[in-house]
């Protein structure tokens, strides 16, 4: 009789024991199975909201394609304008390489992502892209393009094509639409030295302007080629 109390005592242990083991199982699976759901769940949040992101891009993206068919053209050149900015011109001229240069050394110190996107520029140090002659010649033939447009201030039309044109190629470039606007804003910072005190609220309205024409039109040539 006492022995047969023993075995019942220890199969009621041994009943607990797996009691445990078995509840101990279930909570694993049921977290496991549980976090695997809710997994699920977020996932699938994800992506509806990511889905969303790509269609607002989409959205974004045709907005600024339909910057100028919408009428969002920046206001041409007034007539003062073109004066003060031809006149600027001509002593700028004389330090275009100069000019060219350092907007394009600030704009890489600004954003490093302008740098990159000219492959032969990755990696180069302050040093080597103040010697490089890839950047000299590109930097001319920004400031080039400078020129074209001022002795093209008094036929917008031909402006606006050519810059869409410029656009479109850069395209090809490795550059991005939003790329411009900045170019513009060191190119600004550059010329302000050279002017000295000709540097006044007005002439600062007139290079904006220029610019803000040069970079729209390219930035619009760029978005229309599939960018
Ligand atoms: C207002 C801004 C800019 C202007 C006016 C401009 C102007 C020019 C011009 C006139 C050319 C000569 C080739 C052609 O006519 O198609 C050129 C070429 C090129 N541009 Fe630009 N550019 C600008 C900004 C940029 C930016 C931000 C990048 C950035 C990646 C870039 C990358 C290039 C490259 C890789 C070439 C070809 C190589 C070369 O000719 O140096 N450009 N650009």
């Not at 810059?163 to 910072?189: I, P």
């Not at 010329?191 to 005190?197: C, E």
Request: net charge positive; hydrophobic share 40%; aromatic share 10%.
């Amino acid at each position: 009789m006492p022995i047969f109390i023993k075995t019942l005592k220890i199969n009621w242990r041994r009943f607990y024991s797996l009691q445990k083991q078995f509840y101990r199982i279930y909570i694993i699976h049921s977290i496991w199975f549980h976090s695997f759901y809710i997994d699920n769940i977020i996932n699938s949040m994800g992506n509806i909201k990511s889905l969303n992101g790509k269609k607002k891009s989409k959205e974004d993206k045709k907005d600024k394609q339909n910057d100028i068919e919408n009428g969002n053209i920046p206001e041409p050149l007034t007539e003062e304008q073109k004066q003060l900015l031809q006149d600027a011109w001509i002593s700028l001229k004389n330090d275009m390489a100069k000019i060219g240069v350092v907007t394009f050394i600030r704009l890489f110190e600004t954003h490093p992502e302008v740098q990159d996107a000219f492959l032969p520029f990755q990696q180069l140090t302050k040093s080597d892209l103040e010697q490089s002659v890839i950047l000299r010649s590109h930097a001319l033939r920004v400031m080039g393009t400078v020129d074209k447009c001022l002795s093209r201030a008094h036929k917008p039309e031909k402006l606006q094509e050519l810059m869409l044109e410029l656009g479109s190629r850069h395209s090809t470039y490795n550059a991005k639409a939003d790329f411009f606007e900045m170019v513009g804003q060191q190119f600004l910072h550059a010329i302000q030295p050279h002017l000295g005190d000709r540097w006044t609220p007005e002439m600062e309205q007139a290079w904006t302007q220029l610019f803000k024409l040069i970079t729209t039109y390219m930035r619009n040539g760029m978005l229309s080629a599939g960018r």
